[in-house]
């Protein structure tokens, strides 16, 4: 396969997959964007539709982007993320008079997230990552001729 800008910016599309699932998990929004020299980044955003201006463009365009994932303004509710400790929970159950099996419980949000993903078949997900970054028209990049 011929080493294009296009080529790169698939490549590292495929090694984000995990990352994107990782996103997908925490509050606001995250954008992985795709630019013209075939570098990714990721952005953080309030609403699912904020876009970055592309300055390469020749009109009001945006940068390309592949995923946008996240939970928006609230906590994720998957039922990984739901086993992390929380203190005032085990407090609540006490007054309560219930019990708090903390030792079932994650120590952080990090360590209920990874279980998650790697439990998790990201197959489909690097499908539809890689399916909006073929919807990226021929000449794009800035090695892709406009006209191509």
Do not use: K
């Given at each position: 396969m011929e080493n294009t800008l296009r080529t790169t910016a698939r490549e590292l599309i495929v090694a984000s997959v995990t990352e994107c699932a990782e996103y997908d998990h925490m509050r606001n929004y995250r954008k992985l964007h795709v630019y013209r020299d075939g570098s990714i980044n990721w952005s953080e955003c309030i609403n699912k539709s904020d876009d970055i201006i592309d300055s390469q463009a020749e009109g009001f365009q945006a940068v390309q982007s592949v995923a946008?994932?996240?939970?928006?303004?609230?906590?994720?509710?998957?039922?990984?993320?739901n086993e992390v400790y929380n203190a005032e929970s085990e407090a609540f159950a006490h007054e309560r008079g219930r019990e708090y099996d903390k030792s079932t419980k994650y120590d952080s949000q990090a360590e209920a997230i990874a279980d998650a993903v790697s439990n998790s078949d990201l197959s489909g997900l690097e499908a539809d990552m890689l399916a909006e970054f073929d919807s990226i028209p021929v000449g794009y990049f800035n090695d892709e001729p406009e006209d191509a």
């Open positions: 946008c994932v996240g939970t928006g303004s609230i906590d994720c509710n998957c039922d990984y993320c």
